[in-house]
């Protein structure tokens, strides 16, 4: 397939500055089995194109002007047309319903090009305390809603975002924006023990004597030896003998038929928030939870992640509230950087006010760890399993549930596994997949049959051999790929493709016996 992205930006040149990591990703999996182009409004200044993992980026360059908007949107229309001359493009895809979706919509009307447009905005958002949203003025909306009218389909990454889309698109799918799990996966752990000591193995023997720890006539755990080769029985090393144990347990007041929840003793904890430091991302919440969180928990550290948008403003109110030593801002980190981070964290922590994803809670589920944040976006489906939703702006209930979390260590774990198992299922793979789907069924109502310009040129994908057993077995193109849109998840979705195989291999040899 020849396929067009439209977007506003994130598709730099570098790759890792001015870039969305969850599109890239999209774009790079796409480009290994079509051909790919981004059209870019505001990537920079100029007008150019320049290849990237694997696709061409057109850069149509925002010049300004009293009418920049319409002007840009022209430009970006014409520049579709003129490579869709070169050669047909089989689908166009805007993100977000704004100018780009628009600009994508618009085209594909003009040259009966189908169009898949995802919202990954705040285009339904209408947040009027800090003039955030689409929905606050006559053009915007105008604008959001012409594009999801003229869209053939209409995608949102979250179920919390579809149900606003509803409302102007009932048919609009649920497509969930996954993250490269190669990038972000767990991170070995260590076993957390509440008494290191009574776990470290003794030095050796000959180190015992080098020291001078050890002296003759006893063994490396200085039991005394009765005779040569013989030294006394006594517990392993670091475990108390049995009648010590049940007196401890005893005084402690331990139950064994009803057992302590395993709370973890204080320690040092390491939350993160990643994110642009914008009103949108409301970090003085965040600043004023985590004031909450250092009293009860003072060894605790935030890790702050994200490009200053606000001119310090939020150094500042870290400093008023005397958490200079307790945060740590680090700016903008190219992805492995922030996966190191994540990797390393108890817990993410997340307070914005409106949010498509956010994609930094996947992110975080990926390496398992779990997310506690305003309900929103993701956080708001994951809750109340495989993370925890709070009121937006409530930063008691944020540190509240935050600390209960962190010292609950099974409860943490557990909830991060859940994470983790939504993370994997709904990867960067699985996203290039649905969508592949959503191309190739827009393919088939188009009533597109050049078979041939639709067929990928490397490695075969589930597309790919949809297309290869309608010609093979001349099956309706229509039908081979309805067979792969029960694709839930990866091993389901393998399942169902070699159940189809089986059935129709079965019924072609009776036909072919008969």
Not at 40 to 46: C, I, K, W, Y
Not at 263 to 285: C, F, M, W
């Amino acid at each position: 397939m020849k396929i067009g992205i439209v977007a506003p930006g994130g598709f730099d040149r570098s790759g890792t500055e001015r870039v969305i990591p969850v599109f890239l990703w999209l774009v790079e999996r796409l480009a290994r089995e079509h051909e790919v182009h981004v059209f870019t409004l505001r990537q920079g200044p100029d007008e150019e194109q320049y290849p990237l993992l694997g696709a061409t980026v057109h850069n149509i360059g925002d010049r300004g002007g009293r009418r920049r908007s319409a002007e840009l949107m022209a430009r970006t229309i014409a520049a579709i047309g003129r490579e869709h001359n070169r050669g047909r493009f089989t689908v166009l895809h805007g993100l977000w319903a704004a100018a780009s979706g628009l600009a994508a919509a618009i085209a594909g009307k003009c040259w009966l090009i189908p169009t898949v447009v995802s919202v990954a905005g705040g285009e339904m958002s209408s947040v009027p305390e800090i003039g955030y949203g689409s929905q606050l003025s006559l053009k915007s909306r105008m604008e959001v809603g012409l594009c999801l009218r003229l869209a053939d389909v209409v995608t949102g990454a979250s179920e919390w975002m579809c149900r606003s889309i509803r409302k102007h698109r009932p048919d609009v799918r649920h497509v969930v924006m996954g993250v490269d799990t190669e990038v972000f996966q767990p991170a070995f752990q260590e076993p957390i023990f509440q008494d290191m000591s009574s776990h470290t193995r003794p030095p050796s023997m000959i180190s015992q004597r080098r020291l001078g720890l050890q002296r003759r006539g006893q063994d490396r755990r200085g039991s005394h030896i009765i005779r040569k080769g013989a030294p006394v029985r006594r517990p392993r090393w670091g475990a108390a003998p049995r009648s010590i144990r049940k007196r401890d347990e005893t005084e402690a007041g331990v139950n064994q038929n009803h057992p302590a929840p395993n709370i973890e003793p204080s320690r040092a904890y390491r939350l993160l928030h990643v994110g642009s430091l914008n009103p949108v991302k409301d970090q003085a919440t965040l600043l004023r939870a985590f004031l909450e969180i250092v009293i009860e928990e003072p060894s605790a550290h935030l890790d702050i992640i994200g490009i200053d948008t606000l001119n310090g403003e939020i150094q500042r109110l870290a400093h008023d509230l005397g958490l200079d030593g307790d945060v740590t801002f680090h700016g903008c980190l190219p992805s492995e950087d922030v996966a190191s981070f994540v990797q390393k964290a108890d817990l993410l922590l997340h307070t914005s006010l409106s949010e498509m994803g956010p994609i930094v809670c996947l992110e975080a589920a990926a390496c398992g760890v779990p997310t506690v944040g305003t309900s929103v976006g993701l956080i708001a489906d994951l809750a109340p399993e495989a993370a925890v939703a709070v009121p937006v702006g409530d930063h008691h209930a944020l540190a509240q549930a935050a600390i209960a979390l962190l010292r609950n260590i099974d409860a943490r774990r557990a909830m991060g596994n859940r994470a983790l198992e939504f993370a994997q299922a709904h990867d960067a793979d699985w996203t290039a997949l649905q969508f592949e789907l959503i191309y190739a069924d827009l393919v088939c109502r188009s009533g597109d049959k050049i078979i041939k310009a639709c067929l990928p040129s490397s490695a075969p994908s589930p597309f790919s051999r949809a297309m290869e057993r309608s010609q093979i077995y001349r099956l309706p193109l229509r039908e081979t790929v309805r067979g792969y849109q029960g694709l839930n998840s990866p091993p389901t979705g393998r399942m169902r493709v070699h159940e189809l195989e089986h059935e129709e291999l079965a019924t072609r040899s009776g036909i072919l016996k008969g």
